[in-house]
């Protein structure tokens, strides 16, 4: 299967949705806090009107917090209809991949990775990894 | 135009509408001669329109539709092919159907229109015999308004054209968008202020008075009076009154009250239900009303009106009244509560138990009312839209249901407050008030009972529930000053304490995912001024979740010992009997339960009589001994009246619990007899007024440790005096 990947980047290893659930991208809006929620929701935003959860994809994938001064972007993805905003470090390209690049994760990979992570396309010079959108918004 | 039933101007409104799709579907026609779906589409609205005018007996407007029916049915089934000659008497049909409906406008009768012309030439289409027409064009027979056209046009225009339908979603979309440009207007409004050009401070202001007449304008569109839902009652009514042989008037007023539509949608049936149940229920029969004094024509009033940013719709009747001892007895009896429980509940909470699912009052099943849509469903669907509903009752003078019901569900009033930082909004509905202390005060008047905080709100004791700590964040407040947002929800009343006020506003509410719903502490989330998300509290999960099970009670309790108090002026008594005909009225306030005990189950301790009662030791106090009369109650078991402050009880004796009294009771301290305040005149009898102090202290002189507990109660009642 050939695709088309958004990238993102996130404690700099360089992640991939599909670009057909990609609505847009966005540079960082004011969020507000959800008390008593699960770590990886970082809040709720306000996009043209609609409120939008925020999924802080460092917490979901069992990352290190990113540092208090790095305002992070905001990816918009569609969730089953619903507009999902995915909280990244930094915003990459649009890359178009080839399923014969294409391998799933390793075995080693254990953890919340291992239940987002479709698996991993390898670049020329990096991996490329394949976030399930469906599991990286719900878990 | 006054005179012209609703109905009949919902039928011109939309028979106009169809007759122009008609018209566009004719000529479509003639390009397309054999399209079934036009033919169709034809064929259903002259079926629309003969039907309602037969229904509404518009006999000519009937018989033209009828012919015309026929002719579309054979052309749709292919029986019959479409000629330029059907085509126009069709359009001559359709122009008749026209003339009939101006003349039903302006006159309110169909006129003298002459029909049998169009009837003939479809009728004769119909029966082959193709007489070729005079007048083959379409036009028709010299309309019998004509006389006056222009003021034909204008009635028109005033039903059919002065309204439009409105797509609701559409309406949604725009509400949204103009929620956007008050956001964007208040950014714009902000850089202009800091900004020097007042060009451009001229400019953002008009913006802003625009926006807002313009928000309020969008929200009106979706505004209906509750007319439109009462209209249809007066009929409902007067078929239940004659079905049960009822004389019933009805008396509606604020029938102009607005509300949205949606939410006129869902008030729907369960008004209709209230009401049936009103005329079915509550208002006895002729016989029964002038037996009992009344006038034998039994009052329905429906009353609507705005009240704290909602709108309270009331189903009044003068009918006989709910008897709370019926209520509970049933209760019991389905086993939907026990005895112990309904001791605690005051009167008013007992009706309330109509709404539990599985309870029906009627005592006979009547095809009326027992269509098995009971109370419960009604306020199902009553909380369904955010309302609440509640029920009054005075036996012998009547019951008030009453329902709250949001204006709109889009947008609530809401009060803003700040905690830790964050701002949360809480819907008006169940704030009760705010209560600011500053350090001083709170030091002192917060207190503490077993690690809860109390706040003694008028004496009673207000669990306070700290929103900080519920949410886990840490409160940025620590100059010592509370504020505390009074709240009921679920028929207790907690305090909730914040950080900051902010202010009241309108907010829109935006619904939330499943996820953050499953919280239990959320109801949604709405975008404030700033253009921020702030989260809306969910009173009543908030009220489940802080208190617990039996703070709930206890508070049930208080709330209804405060209701009392804050209705001021006139104390609610409870009459009870004591021997020798004399009837002695205890401030109900004081009273924490009735019981029936067994005779045998009093001990003694010293001199001193107690009773086991729910583990604790309670002392005794025979009230006819206590004021000099002699029991006239045999049997082996006592009825009591248990008071109780804090930890502390005493049971009082009585010989019968005789009624519980509402009414303003005008003390008199003529008689100045020992364990008396006085006398007073209660439903024509006199009796005397219990000192209550005086009565505890004779059966427990320790009763008043904490003195100040009674101190409140006591001034009361010596206002009374």
Known sequence: MSARMVTFTLAGHLYGVDVHAVQEVLRGLPRTRIPLAPGGLAGLINLRGQVLSAVDLRAQLDLPSRDADQEPMLVVIRVVGEPVALLVDTIGSVVDVDADQFEPPPDTLSGMSRKVLLGAYKLEHRLLLALDVERAVAA | ?721
């Open chain 2, 1 to 721: 135009m006054d005179e012209i039933d609703e109905i009949v101007q919902e039928f011109l409104v939309e028979s106009h509408e169809n007759l122009d799709q008609l018209d566009r579907d004719l000529v479509a026609l003639e390009r397309e001669p054999g399209s079934r779906d036009l033919l169709g589409s034809i064929f259903r609205t002259i079926h629309t329109i003969k039907g309602t005018s037969g229904f509404l007996a518009f006999g000519n407007l009937e018989s033209v539709t009828h012919v015309g029916e026929n002719l579309l049915a054979r052309l749709r089934d292919g029986k019959m092919s479409m000629t330029p000659q059907t085509t126009d008497v069709l359009l001559a049909m359709v122009d008749t159907v026209r003339e009939l409906l101006a003349a039903i406008e302006a006159q309110g009768t169909e006129g003298s229109v002459d029909v049998t012309a169009v009837v003939q030439r479809i009728s004769s289409i119909l029966d082959g015999t193709t007489t070729p027409d005079p007048e083959p064009s379409a036009e028709p027979e010299p309309p019998a308004v004509a006389a006056e056209p222009g003021e034909e046009i204008v009635a028109r225009r005033n039903v059919a054209d002065s309204s439009i339908r409105v797509d609701v979603e559409l309406l949604d979309t725009l509400m949204r968008l103009v929620g956007e440009l008050v956001l964007t207007r208040n950014q714009i409004v902000r850089q202009a202020g800091e900004q020097e050009g007042l060009e451009l401070v001229r400019s953002a202001q008009r913006l802003n008075l625009i926006a807002t007449e313009l928000q309020e304008g969008v929200m009106r569109t979706r505004m209906q009076p509750i007319d439109h839902l009462w209209s249809k009652l007066p009929r409902v009514v007067r078929d239940l009154g004659a079905t049960c042989g009822k004389q019933v008037s009805l008396a509606m007023v604020g029938r102009e009250t607005e509300l949205d539509r949606s939410l006129l949608e869902s008030v729907k049936d369960p008004l209709t239900h209230l009401v049936r149940n009103a005329v079915d229920h509550g208002l006895e029969s002729p016989q029964d009303r002038v037996a009992a004094g009344k006038p034998a024509e039994g009052v329905l009033t429906l009353r609507a009106y705005h009240e704290g940013g909602q709108v309270v719709v009331e189903v009044c009747d003068d009918g006989a009244g709910i008897d709370p001892d019926r209520i509970a007895a049933k209760a019991i009896d389905k086993g939907l509560r026990t005895a112990a429980q309904l001791a605690q509940l005051a009167p008013t909470d007992v009706l309330q138990l109509i709404f539990l699912p599985g309870f029906s009052t009627a005592a006979a099943v009547t095809n009326v009312s027992g269509r098995g849509v009971g109370m419960d469903v009604v306020k199902t669907n009553i909380e369904s839209i955010g309302g609440t509903i509640e029920v009054e009752s005075v036996i012998g003078r009547g019951t008030t249901c009453r329902l709250r019901i949001p204006l709109t569900l889009a947008i609530v009033p809401a009060l803003t407050v700040e905690c830790a930082g964050d701002r949360y909004a809480i819907p008006q509905v169940s704030l009760l008030e705010l209560v600011a202390l500053d350090a001083d005060r709170a030091a002192t008047a917060v207190e503490d009972v077993n690690g809860a905080s109390v706040y003694r709100l008028r004496g009673a004791l207000l669990p306070l529930v700290r929103l900080a700590d519920v949410l886990g964040v840490e409160s940025d407040r620590s100059d010592g000053h509370v504020l505390i947002a009074v709240l009921q929800a679920e028929g207790k009343r907690f305090g909730l304490v914040i950080d900051r006020v902010l202010s009241t506003e309108e907010i829109v509410v935006k619904p939330l995912g499943a996820r953050l719903k499953a919280l239990g502490t959320y109801s949604g989330a709405t975008i404030l001024g700033d253009g921020r998300v702030a989260l809306i509290l969910d009173v009543q999960a908030l009220a489940r979740r802080a208190l617990t099970a039996e703070a709930l009670e206890r508070g049930a309790a208080s709330v209804a010992a405060e209701t009392q108090r804050a209705t001021g002026e006139h104390l609610r008594m409870l009459v009870a009997g004591i021997g020798g005909g004399r009837r002695v009225a205890i401030p109900l306030s004081s009273v924490a339960r009735l019981e029936s005990i067994a005779a045998s189950s009093i001990e003694l301790v010293g001199s001193r009589e107690v009773v086991q009662y729910r583990g604790a030791i309670l002392p005794l106090l025979r009230l006819d001994r206590h004021l000099g009369a002699t029991s006239e109650r045999d049997g082996d078991d006592l009825v009591v009246v248990v008071y109780s402050v804090g930890s502390r009880s005493v049971a009082i004796v009585v010989d019968e619990i005789i009624d519980i009294v509402d009414e303003e009771a005008d003390v008199h301290s003529d008689v100045d007899d020992h364990g008396l305040l006085g006398s007073a005149l209660i439903r024509d009898r006199i009796v005397e007024v219990l000192d209550v102090r005086a009565a505890i202290l004779a059966a427990d002189p320790k009763f008043y440790t904490a003195p100040e507990a009674e101190a409140g109660l006591h001034d009361q009642l010596q206002e009374a005096v």
